[in-house]
């Protein structure tokens, strides 16, 4: 009983790591893919607008350390605003700067779409950002081989426990047949 409950338990969870494994990948992939479609879309029939920044710079902190500073802007588009924030270094010195969008859907907006695309396709090809599923196909090993480990004494244990009881009644047998 013990032994299908060890297989069981190792199955479900090499399963959930390859399903873990395999949505976070394509996730991954499709997402890139997906900006990847809207930055060429960009760069072929994107318009150009001008934003504009907000005085508000939001400092994120880790441990007292600076981790980042961001800003938020927006810009208008047939009447309607759009607003994002991007990461800085030190304060603009200009107020405006000018963007492109896509006249289909101007939430999708870029600085810079060529250089957007470069990093989106360097980012597709990078293999360094597959090392969660190795991280996690290593982490799996070895919660098995843990597994193994513990199960494997619980069995000596109970065979030790046997061949004792084994022992004593056979000690008992020969006590009582004499």
């Known amino acids: ?42 760069i072929k029939t994107g318009k150009s607008t001008l934003a504009t920044y907000d005085s508000t710079i939001t400092v994120l902190k880790r441990r007292g350390n600076v981790v980042s500073k961001s800003i938020n802007y ?25 963007i492109i969008y896509l006249p289909s859907d101007p939430d999708i907006h870029s600085e810079n779409p060529k250089k957007d695309l470069e990093y989106l396709e360097k980012e597709l090809k990078d293999k360094d950002s597959e090392s969660l599923p190795w991280i996690l196909f290593i982490v799996s090993i070895t919660v098995f081989f843990i597994t193994r480990k513990f199960y494997l004494k619980d069995l000596r244990e109970e065979y030790e426990e046997r061949k004792f009881f084994q022992e ?3 000690l008992s047998k020969d006590i009582n047949s004499k």
């Open 1 to 42: 009983m013990k032994l299908k409950i060890l297989i069981l338990s190792v199955v479900v969870f090499l399963l959930s790591i390859f399903l873990l494994v395999r949505f976070y990948t394509n996730f991954k992939e499709n997402s890139i893919n997906e900006k990847i479609s809207n930055t060429r879309a960009l």
């Open 74 to 98: 927006s810009y208008i588009v047939n009447g309607k605003t759009y607003s994002d924030s991007k990461n800085i270094s030190e304060m603009p010195s200009e107020v405006r700067f000018p």
């Open 168 to 170: 004593q009644v056979s």
